[in-house]
């Protein structure tokens, strides 16, 4: 197993702990949508995948784990995270009225969340990168965001996938370097300041571009997504998205000399031509050097440019379109073996965060003996299995149990804080 500071996988856990389509004003459940839930379950294990196997062969060529699942599985959590807060609220935008018990229950929940990654982060030792205390500045961002109509969170997206990374650019130069290791409650009370800036703008998972997915995220979720011809046009915005994202790079870079400009800014890019060399081939660790304006043209997995942020939205829509078409086949045959994939994907997708957890806690662990391969297929088998029996068994995730308890009681008492003091009854 290595370390791997170039690509790292997220975990939504805002979608995964609250009933798919529950909305928030009404103790009702509905039923939880497969395909969402496998989208979560796919992401989950390309993310293990990516943790527990090289990211390079011997001849320094990047493995199949990586070329699939860098940079896409991260996007595909962020977009579903988006999801899971319009569930969460009801799939449709917050009126005013009820919106202080959204904040508290969307805030308590972001807490939890990061308090869980600070946690995480104090026992990593092989990652460096855990995502939880990015996703949380995230889902606090976006708290303001479900009282908007969904057109404008729609502009909201693109106007952060197409301008914040250009914003970045220019502002990072007067910002500290980042340290680029795990936040922990230790980096938070001695530098609150610099945690926040490297969580927002200069880690691995800038939360302020990134809120671009989240974005992306919430207007699907207000779709009926039982629909077939909301599943059609996810999956013709998915394609658009993930196959023009790399013509245009490919575009800018050759046609148009991108690379050639990168190359010449390569002296004060503050990297060895080495490291530009893999920058280029394998990705960023979050962000690209602000050398030349070219370097916003690439879509290399983890730099947050406009392209990157963009094309890898693109195929975690087009996943959730597939699997979406894909559970309204009626065909015995072909329903049976759908479910069949479906049905453990969504288990694992129900409880991610708390498998998260247990994997970062598991590759850090003395239990981790094993070589790369075996070490990640026992993962995965014991994810998938453990997961279809909890889920039939008990249901939500542990941590996910938590975390909704914890915002559920935070709804409760921001709406009984209301009714404080109590009216007096009439005595006249």
Not at 15 to 20: L, V
Not at 318 to 331: D, E
Request: proline share 6%; aromatic share 8%; net charge positive.
């Amino acid at each position: 197993m290595t370390e791997i500071t170039l690509q790292r996988s997220v975990v939504d856990s805002v979608a995964s702990t609250q009933p798919t389509g529950a909305p928030a004003s009404t103790p009702r459940k509905r039923k939880r949508l497969m395909a969402v839930d496998a989208v979560r379950g796919v992401s989950l294990l390309g993310m293990i995948i990516l943790h527990a196997l090289y990211e390079s062969d011997v001849a320094g060529r990047p493995m199949w784990s990586f070329t699939v699942f860098s940079g896409r599985a991260a996007a595909a959590f962020a977009v579903l995270s988006g999801a899971g807060i319009a569930f969460a609220t009801g799939r449709r935008r917050v009126g005013l009225a009820g919106g202080r018990a959204t904040v508290a229950a969307l805030g308590v929940r972001a807490l939890a969340i990061g308090a869980i990654g600070l946690v995480l982060g104090d026992a990593d030792t092989m990652l460096n990168a855990v995502i939880l205390p990015y996703l949380a500045v995230a889902f606090l961002l976006a708290i303001p965001l479900v009282f908007l109509p969904t057109w404008a969170i729609a502009v909201i997206g693109v106007a952060l996938a197409t301008g914040m990374p250009a914003l970045s650019h220019v502002l990072r130069p007067q910002m500290p370097e980042p340290s680029l290791g795990n936040a922990t409650f230790g980096y938070l009370v001695d530098h609150p300041g610099e945690l926040l800036t490297e969580l927002s703008i200069t880690g691995f998972y800038p939360a302020v571009p990134w809120l671009a997915y989240v974005c992306a995220g919430l207007v699907i979720g207000r779709l009926d997504l039982t629909r077939m011809r909301a599943a059609i046009v996810l999956l013709g915005t998915g394609i658009v998205l993930a196959a023009g994202a790399p013509a245009v790079s490919s575009i800018l870079l050759n046609r148009y000399g991108g690379l050639k400009h990168i190359w010449m800014a390569q002296p004060g890019s503050g990297l060895t031509e080495s490291e530009t060399m893999k920058l280029l081939t394998f990705g960023g660790n979050g962000t690209t050097p602000t050398s030349t304006w070219w370097w916003l043209a690439i879509d290399g997995r983890h730099t947050s440019t406009p392209l990157d942020i963009l094309g890898t939205a693109g195929i975690a829509i087009a996943l959730l379109g597939v699997l979406l078409l894909a559970s309204r086949i009626t065909r015995p045959t072909l329903r049976w073996l759908i479910t069949a994939v479906q049905a453990p994907l969504a288990a694992v997708g129900t409880m991610t965060l708390s498998f998260y957890a247990a994997h970062i806690m598991f590759i850090n662990s003395e239990y981790d003996t094993y070589d790369a391969t075996t070490g990640c297929l026992i993962q995965v088998v014991a994810i998938v299995l453990i997961g279809l029996a909890w889920h039939t068994v008990v249901g939500r995730g542990p941590l996910e149990g938590i975390v909704v308890t914890l915002a559920s009681r935070a709804r409760q008492l921001s709406t009984s804080s209301l009714r404080w003091p109590p009216s007096k009854p009439d005595t006249a």
